[in-house]
Nanobody, 120 residues
Framework: QVQVVESGGGLVQPGGSLRLSCVAS????????MGWYRQAPGKQRELVAT???????NYADSVKGRFTISRDNAKNTIYLQMNSLKAEDTAVYYC??????????????WGQGTQVTVSS
């Protein structure tokens, strides 16, 4: 089986920083794109940032210049460094991994989510 597990959420004051981590484990042949999504109360889940296995990153306009996504392919892990956090960044952050298991086709796997709250 495959597991995708996030960590690093918490409560932070406006202007502060947090670093999220996400690791994919299990029977994995290859991981393609990995990314971070978020869902605030009463809103739809939205893309935050994605990164390919080659390191090409893509960001939502709302986080450009404040968030940085990075990846360690050897550890099947991605990170999200979040700086200059705002109240509107408050959400549950989910990790997504597009990966292929042995004898399978690429599928999307989601983590359980980690809460990020930005408040004074």
């Amino acid at each position: 089986q495959v597991q995708v597990v996030e960590s690093g959420g918490g409560l932070v004051q406006p202007g502060g920083s947090l670093r999220l981590s996400c690791v994919a484990s299990g029977s994995i042949v290859v991981i393609n794109v990995m990314g971070w999504y978020r869902q605030a109360p009463g809103k739809q889940r939205e893309l935050v940032a994605t990164i390919t296995s080659g390191g090409s990153a893509n960001y939502a306009d709302s986080v450009k210049g404040r968030f940085t996504i990075s990846r360690d392919n050897a550890k099947n892990t991605i990170y999200l460094q979040m700086n200059s956090l705002k109240a509107e960044d408050t959400a549950v952050y989910y990790c997504n991994a597009n990966l292929r298991k042995p004898l399978g086709v690429p599928l999307n796997y989601w983590g359980q989510g980690t809460q990020v709250t930005v408040s004074s």
